[in-house]
């Protein structure tokens, strides 16, 4: 069974960075990885995804510019470069993946807490 586990963020003043990453362990044999977000009170949030063979990258409106999305196939592993953090970007970020095109994202890690401090 494949199973994702997210790490990388922490504390970082607006304007900053932070790189997240999600480490898949077991053999993925999936359409797509993505990245999703989660404050309190809110309904999960899309970031960004990435067609795992051919690197297709789609972003949210609100990180389209600031966020790449990334993956490594060797490692296994899939990141989410983040610059010029702003408050809203605060959350839980949680990576899942996408068993075939347009289907929906499940699978999620246990997330990662990203708090942007103004």
């Known amino acids: 069974q494949v199973k994702f586990v997210e790490s990388g963020g922490g504390l970082v003043p607006a304007g900053g960075s932070l790189r997240l990453s999600c480490a898949i362990s077991?053999?993925?044999?999936?359409?797509?990885m993505g990245w999703f977000r989660q404050s309190p009170g809110t309904r999960r949030e899309f970031v960004a995804a990435?067609?795992?063979?051919?690197?297709?990258?789609d972003y949210g409106d609100s990180v389209k510019g600031r966020f790449t999305i990334s993956r490594d196939k060797d490692q296994n592993t899939v990141y989410l470069q983040m610059n010029n953090l702003k408050t809203e970007d605060t959350g839980v970020y949680y990576c899942?993946?996408?068993?075939?095109?347009?289907?929906?994202?499940?699978?999620w890690g246990q997330g990662t807490q990203v708090t942007v401090s103004s």
């Open positions: 990435i067609a795992w063979s051919a690197g297709y990258a």
């Open positions: 899942g993946d996408q068993r075939r095109p347009q289907a929906a994202f499940g699978s």
């Open positions: 077991g053999t993925f044999t999936g359409y797509g």
